[in-house]
């Protein structure tokens, strides 16, 4: 019997040169045993991996296979490989075939361990354990030893950080230049809470869509085993038990229809194309009439129309892009993510939100299919063209002083023309009279641009850039000092 020990639980370039010496000299598969422990077989003659005289080769597929089999916890793994290497040299095309129980089982291995890397990159969260200089740390315990493997993305995705990942297997640490792997640490060792808790907490909250729970898939994707890390997780019981009666609330929320008498005649103009010429006499005509529009094709897919919402004549409209897949729902704008998001930062600048008027672009809800999920679609210069028509109408009948663009496609509804918004934000712009009285225009990002931003830093400095901006239209809305 022969024995070899390998350096370490992953040491994949030991097995393979141990593997080809083995291959070369002719030793079949049950003729090895495979180890890592220091202390096993003393009684059998034991060699570390040196290199064979000849060399041959495989196919990269199973070098690609190997390496990720290598990192399976399995302990059969170095013998399944040392046997798929053996049978490959009889067997060319035995990578090629997916019956073959040998290649079966290696390929499920492969799948877990690119499975677990996944689960790695998902669930993985820093917290903040020193102040000067920042530094952070995170406790995760992967299903396979997959630490190394999953690093380089945290190193792409947290470039400027400073951080550990402390798992049992292996710690990696990056300083903003370099990776350093060391021995594995005890859960003792974990990050306890920081501030950054809330900040995981409210946000998953708010993206938590309670109509389309469904608890078996959450627990798939998100598996109890990651929870103990999580700082969302401790949310997860008690939003699946309130899930029913918060969807219940949506939709008890949805506004109440307008007056028949407005209704019809509402469907009437719009019938008999009277809004080319006439235009609507009330904010309740525009949303009975909006529910009947065909200017463009977005109503189509869509639930229902949105309008806008609020006090009816508000010194302060805020605009945004279109109503989300929440909204669409509810027939309400902004009640999903990221009218959570505008809500708290209005709350912040203490702006009132019941003297404001809130509105979108357009009227419906721009969407693909993926799955059974609808997936938002930013609408295009024609549909944003198009909707205009409605937002006038709004502007017209609300009058606000200040308006707010939340985001480009809104401040392209509002002047007409493209603004990005790195460009125009965080000062006021003068708008036309269009037949709704003067005007000044604040830009600024749109809620969910603040939900998107991966790195934490960016995402508090735009949220704070965000909060100053709905402040600035608060005060030139005469609505704060
Ligand atoms: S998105 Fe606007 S323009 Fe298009 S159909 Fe809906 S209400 Fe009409």
């Known amino acids: 019997m022969r024995v070899v020990r390998l350096s370490s639980e992953i040491d994949f370039d030991g097995w393979r040169t141990a593997a080809r010496r083995l291959r070369a000299e002719g030793v079949a598969p049950d003729a090895v045993l495979w180890t890592v422990e220091a202390d096993l077989f003393e009684a059998a003659p034991v060699e570390t991996p040196s290199p064979a005289a000849g060399a041959f080769t495989v196919p990269p597929a ?6 990720s089999v290598v990192l399976h916890r399995s302990g059969e793994r170095f013998s399944l490989l040392y046997r798929l290497l053996w049978r490959l040299e009889r067997e060319p095309r035995l990578i090629e075939n997916p019956a073959d129980p040998d290649m079966a089982r290696a390929r499920d291995m492969q799948k877990a361990v690119a499975r677990a890397i996944h689960k790695m990159h998902a669930f993985v969260r820093f917290r903040l354990v020193e102040t000067e200089p920042e530094t952070y740390a995170a406790w995760f315990e992967p299903a396979h030893r997959v630490t190394e493997a999953a690093a380089p993305f945290f190193a ?15 710690c990696v640490a990056w300083d903003g230049q370099t990776l350093k792997v060391s021995e594995g640490a005890d859960p003792a060792d974990a990050p306890s809470e920081d501030a950054q808790e809330e900040l995981w907490r409210t946000y998953y909250a708010s993206i938590f869509n309670p109509a389309r729970l469904n608890e078996r898939m959450m627990r798939q994707e998100m598996p109890k085993r990651y929870w103990r890390n999580l700082p969302e997780a401790r949310l997860i019981p008690e939003l699946v038990e309130t899930a029913q009666a918060r969807a219940a609330a949506m939709v008890a929320a949805t506004p109440s229809p307008p007056p028949d008498r407005v209704l019809k005649a509402a469907l009437r103009h719009a019938r008999d194309g009277a809004y080319n010429g006439d235009l609507p006499t009330s904010l309740d005509e525009v949303a009975a009439a909006a529910q009947v529009c065909r ?11 949105v309008p806008g919402q609020g006090a009816a004549h508000a010194p302060l409209m805020f605009v945004g892009e279109q109503p989300g897949d929440q909204e669409d729902l509810a027939g309400l704008p902004f009640v999903g993510p990221a009218g959570q998001v505008f809500e708290a930062a209005l709350k912040e600048a203490g702006v009132p939100r019941d003297r404001t008027f809130v509105t979108n672009a357009v009227k419906h809800f721009k969407h693909e299919p993926r799955g059974k999920r609808r997936i938002h679609k930013t609408p295009d210069r024609g549909e944003v063209t198009a909707c205009r028509w409605w937002l006038d109408a709004e502007r017209r009948l609300v009058r606000p002083r200040v308006i707010v663009a939340l985001g480009a496609t809104a401040a392209l509804a509002v002047t007409g023309k493209a603004a990005p918004v790195g460009e125009s934000r965080g000062r006021p712009l003068q708008l036309p009279d269009q037949g709704g009285g003067q005007a000044q225009l604040v830009v600024t990002y749109h809620p969910s641009f603040l939900l998107r931003l991966p790195d934490a830093d960016a995402r508090e400095r735009a949220r704070a850039e965000f909060v100053g901006d709905l402040r600035l239209a608060g005060e030139l809305a005469k609505l704060i000092d």
């Open 156 to 170: 792409r995705r947290f470039t400027n950080m400073t951080w550990t990942i402390l798992t049992p297997d292996a």
């Open 295 to 305: 200017r463009c094709a977005l109503w189509r897919d869509a639930t229902q129309a």
């Open 62 to 67: 199973f070098v690609d296979l190997a390496r």
